[in-house]
Nanobody
Framework: QVQLVESGGGLVQAGGSLRLSCAAS????????MGWFRQAPGKEREFVAV????????RYADSVKGRFTISRDGAKNTVYLQMNSLKPEDTAVYYC????????????????WGQGTQVTVSS
């Protein structure tokens, strides 16, 4: 069982930056692939980024590639999403997710979810 708590969302102007954090409970943090998803009003939840168990491999959605960076700190049981050059279309609730499988990218493939944190980018 893994519990996830996101933080770091907020309101930012276009072109600005935010860093999201996701704190995970449990002593097996290193056994889980960690991912970030987002969901805008009226839209389906979409994949943003994923990072492998040890952090060596990352994957990104094309819409955020080059602007967002996912990372993890095993000592702190935390995964981060650094978001730069934010655009109004990045506005959404951002969710952290965990799964023991290797680099899943579909929301349905993730077993554990946080409660979400709102990110709003103004133009």
């Amino acid at each position: 069982q893994v519990q996830l708590v996101e933080s770091g969302g907020g309101l930012v102007q276009a072109g600005g930056s935010l860093r999201l954090s996701c704190a995970a409970s449990g002593r097996t943090f290193g056994s889980y692939t960690m991912g970030w998803f987002r969901q805008a009003p009226g839209k389906e939840r979409e994949f943003v980024a994923v990072i492998s168990w040890a952090g060596a491999i990352t994957r990104y959605a094309d819409s955020v590639k080059g602007r967002f960076t996912i990372s993890r700190d095993g000592a702190k049981n935390t995964v981060y999403l650094q978001m730069n050059s934010l655009k109004p279309e990045d506005t959404a609730v951002y969710y952290c997710a965990a799964d023991p499988d290797y680099l899943p990218r579909r929301a349905d493939d993730f077993d554990y979810w946080g409660q979400g944190t709102q990110v709003t980018v103004s133009s």
